[in-house]
């Protein structure tokens, strides 16, 4: 037995250790788009359950939203946790993390389109397993909040636990094009900011900073454009999530979306972020990159050319 345990360690390593041909492949690349929504998510997703249920059961809080400042919290999850996800991915694979990015550099950028469906797919898979820790995590929370406020899920009356997980549209709203236009020029101001930052003839940050900027973008679109559709922004980040709570038995809450005001909204978050994408990278190009690259502007110095964040020191 012991004879044959040498070649067993010897076939993992070469199939999943670091030196494992795949590593090296696309898949390896999906692996870091994975870790990477991962972080995200926990983060961002994490504030919202603390927000909602965790703080005010634990005695930490008073009852969710009683002041705007409950917002903050979700802003700041949000944003540390774009920031860190960067930071985790961003030397592998860009760190695009969001459908929407990824669809926009395959168009404007030269991304190669068939990495394109193994990203998204990567993406998603990320935000689902994501949610389902949170859920883990915070279960006894949510399950506790929602016996203080007789909260039946799937019911009308389980949106402030749904949302937890999953974005939906304000009361205000009728009808879809109001959501639908709001994620759409939030997730466009998204991708034009993260195309400036990535353009080596702009002023792109440098020292590592690409991440902490563009966390900052994700706080700044929460702070001026949230309260409408609670700014998904990325297919993936509402997506993975809201599969997650149609399993934990949200129903038609979670899958399509039946909110009352708008009905079978869950298409709103995976279509709008993507075409808002599309357009924040032509406007870019047209009122900007173009004229760059018109002018001959050489790259800044400095930058790397592969624009990747973080330095290997191996």
């Keep these: 037995m012991s004879a044959t345990q040498p070649a067993a360690r010897g076939g993992w390593n070469a199939r999943f250790g670091p030196t494992a041909a795949w590593r090296r492949t696309v898949w390896g690349e999906v692996l870091g788009e994975f870790m990477g929504t991962f972080v995200l998510i926990m983060f961002g997703v994490g504030s919202v359950a603390m927000t909602v249920a965790a703080l005010n059961q634990s005695g930490r809080g008073p009852a969710p939203f009683v002041t705007q400042a409950d917002w903050l919290i979700i802003i700041f999850g949000w944003g540390f946790g774009v920031t860190f996800g960067v930071y985790v991915a961003g030397g592998l694979t860009g760190a695009h993390?969001?459908?929407?990015?990824?669809?926009a550099l395959a168009t404007y950028r030269g991304f190669e389109w068939r990495k394109v469906p193994h990203y998204i797919v990567a993406q998603v898979a990320g935000a689902?397993?994501?949610a389902a820790v949170i859920?883990?995590?915070?279960n006894a929370a949510i399950d506790s909040f929602e016996r203080a406020r007789g909260i039946v899920r799937g019911?009308?009356?389980?949106v402030p636990t749904f949302s937890i997980f999953a974005t939906f549209p304000a009361r205000y709203y009728g009808s879809w094009p109001g959501p639908l236009i709001d994620e759409v020029v939030g997730t466009a101001l998204l991708v034009m900011i993260i195309f400036a930052l990535i353009d080596t003839m702009n002023q792109p940050p440098r020292a590592n900073?690409?991440?902490i900027a563009v966390g900052f973008i994700v706080m700044a679109i929460g702070l001026s454009f949230g309260g409408n559709s609670g700014y998904a922004i990325n297919p993936a980040r509402d997506l993975g999530p809201r599969l997650w709570a149609w399993i934990e038995g949200y129903g038609k809450i979670a899958v399509p979306g039946d909110y009352g005001n708008i009905n079978s909204y869950m298409w709103i978050p995976i279509v709008a972020p993507i075409v808002g994408g599309l357009i924040g990278g032509w406007v870019y190009n047209f009122f900007v990159g173009d004229a760059l690259r018109a002018r001959g502007e050489p790259p800044r110095p400095g930058v790397e050319a592969r624009g990747r964040t973080v330095e290997d020191f191996e």
């Design 155 to 158: 019911a009308s009356n389980s």
């Design 209 to 211: 900073l690409a991440p």
């Design 135 to 138: 859920y883990g995590n915070y």
């Design 97 to 103: 993390l969001n459908p929407a990015v990824t669809l």
């Design 128 to 130: 689902f397993v994501a």
